[in-house]
């Protein structure tokens, strides 16, 4: 009778160790031998300076102020790790529209594919980086009749996470004044008779004085 309970233990002991290793095993298959693996995020905002201001927002729509032909367009990519898990190797890439050329970077910029990128390396727990562009619309031969509105893309990742957001801003052809100039009445035929009638005149008047005096 002690061997069969002896027996019955061991059974018993070797169904709870067999049962506890798949246990493990399903859990380290999702979660990774050490715990449940880290959520990492990140977020990207790309705004706009508005013209002849400031303030950058998220859009420009056609009733914002618009940028002319040789202005300066300012754009901003804010970059942010929010979470608790450091992200590395991260980079940014700006997709630049028409109507606008690039004047400076804090990437590199390969006018082929207008794309802007930068190397932002590795952000830190809730660490933000900020990026800005200066570009400027084009002249007024580039430009399309009116107003026309573009979108500014920007995105952020690395081989774990990415983001991207857009930023809208508007454009108008302004074309040249032409100035008011006053016109000058030309000297026909008649007004040539009259000026010498008055000469004439003149001249007379002056030799009757003199005779006088």
């Given at each position: 009778?002690?061997?069969?309970?002896?027996?019955?233990?061991?059974?018993?002991?070797?169904?709870?160790?067999?049962?506890?290793?798949?246990?493990?095993?399903?859990?380290?298959?999702?979660?990774?031998?050490?715990?449940?693996?880290?959520?990492?995020?990140?977020?990207?905002?790309?705004?706009?300076?508005?013209?002849?201001?400031?303030?950058?927002?998220?859009n420009l729509s056609p009733s914002d102020q618009r940028?002319?032909?040789?202005?300066?367009?300012f754009f901003r990519i804010t970059v942010k790790n929010?979470?608790?898990?450091?992200?590395?190797?991260?980079?940014?890439?700006?997709?630049?529209?028409?109507?606008?050329?690039?004047?400076?970077?804090?990437?590199?910029?390969?006018?082929?594919?207008?794309?802007?990128t930068i190397n932002a390396g590795d952000f830190g727990?809730?660490?933000?980086?900020?990026?800005?562009?200066?570009?400027?619309?084009?002249?007024?031969?580039?430009?399309?009749?009116?107003?026309?509105?573009?979108?500014?893309?920007?995105?952020?990742?690395?081989?774990?996470?990415?983001?991207?957001?857009?930023?809208?801003?508007?454009?108008?052809?302004?074309?040249?004044?032409?100035?008011?100039?006053?016109?000058?009445?030309?000297?026909?035929?008649?007004?040539?008779?009259?000026?010498?009638?008055?000469?004439?005149?003149?001249?007379?008047?002056?030799?009757?004085?003199?005779?006088?005096?």
């Open positions: 009778m002690l061997r069969v309970t002896r027996v019955v233990t061991i059974v018993i002991a070797a169904l709870i160790f067999v049962f506890a290793g798949q246990l493990v095993s399903a859990n380290g298959g999702q979660y990774g031998p050490y715990g449940p693996s880290p959520v990492l995020s990140i977020d990207v905002n790309k705004t706009v300076q508005r013209a002849n201001n400031s303030d950058f927002v998220d940028f002319v032909p040789g202005q300066d367009v929010p979470t608790d898990e450091t992200l590395t190797n991260v980079t940014v890439k700006d997709f630049v529209p028409e109507f606008v050329d690039v004047i400076e970077t804090p990437g590199s910029y390969d006018s082929s594919n207008r794309t802007i727990p809730k660490e933000e980086k900020t990026y800005t562009l200066k570009t400027r619309a084009v002249g007024k031969d580039s430009m399309p009749t009116g107003t026309a509105c573009r979108t500014n893309k920007a995105q952020a990742f690395n081989s774990s996470v990415s983001d991207e957001d857009t930023s809208q801003f508007c454009v108008e052809r302004v074309e040249k004044q032409v100035t008011n100039v006053t016109q000058i009445p030309s000297t026909g035929p008649e007004m040539g008779l009259g000026i010498l009638l008055i000469n004439a005149l003149g001249f007379g008047t002056g030799v009757i004085l003199r005779k006088k005096s």
